[in-house]
């Protein structure tokens, strides 16, 4: 130990999971810090594996596009402490009646700015879903400039359909990004059911 009296250069010291950026925190404050920390780091790997982002457009009287990430696991447990954590996001159900031996698997879905308040938390930890959310994050950051219900501009609604096909072939969807969407979470349950076969993993929340 250092012989330091700066109480808070020594909590850096001795703690390897604390940088430079927590200097001038008490130790109880630094508690929390890291719990939070490691928290985000663990959703934005769930996030990375059983993941998805996308923008979504309907084209009715007006072309209407909207953001949307979720999680998709057969574990209604962790996501709804996930749910819990940001206080936001909505359930779905998929059942795949075609093959009995599939446990039903649930999709906490967040759309719009409740999708961008998570993405900016998980965003520093992410690893193979980086681009697409940051391309999402600057997608929903355009109804800041533009605001809600306003008329857009041929300027802004084409930059919107830019986003949108760059998110598309980021995802490598087909024409139907419904459909595609719907396909590619069926395989995702499929390789979730197959690893949970027989392996009950603890996750952070557990700790």
Not at 33 to 46: M, P, R, T, V, W
Not at 80 to 98: A, E, L, P, T, V
Not at 155 to 165: A, N, S, V
Not at 183 to 200: G, P, V, Y
Request: proline share 1%; glycine share 6%.
């Amino acid at each position: 130990m250092s012989d330091n009296k700066n109480k808070n250069v020594q909590i850096f010291e001795l703690d390897n999971g604390v940088n430079e950026k927590h200097i001038g925190y008490s130790f109880s404050q630094l508690q929390q810090i890291l719990n939070i920390e490691g928290i985000n780091q663990y959703i934005a790997g769930f996030f990375d594996g059983e993941g998805y982002v996308r923008i979504g457009k309907n084209i009715g009287k007006y072309e209407n596009y909207q953001l949307e990430m979720g999680l998709v696991n057969t574990d209604l447990d962790i996501l709804k402490k996930i749910q819990s954590y940001f206080g936001c996001g909505k359930f779905n159900i998929i059942d795949n009646k075609r093959n009995k031996s599939h446990k039903v698997a649930y999709i906490l879905r967040f759309h719009s700015w409740n999708a961008l308040k998570v993405l900016k938390i998980i965003e520093p930890y992410l690893i193979i879903k980086k681009e697409r959310t940051n391309i999402a994050i600057e997608f929903q950051r355009r109804f800041e400039d533009t605001g809600k219900g306003v008329s857009l501009s041929n300027k802004e609604r084409q930059l919107r359909e830019t986003y949108y096909y760059k998110m598309k072939e980021l995802n490598k969807k087909g024409t139907d990004i419904d459909d595609d969407i719907e396909i590619d979470l069926k395989n995702e349950i499929n390789k979730i059911n197959d690893s949970n076969k027989n392996t009950e993993q603890p996750t952070l929340f557990d700790y």
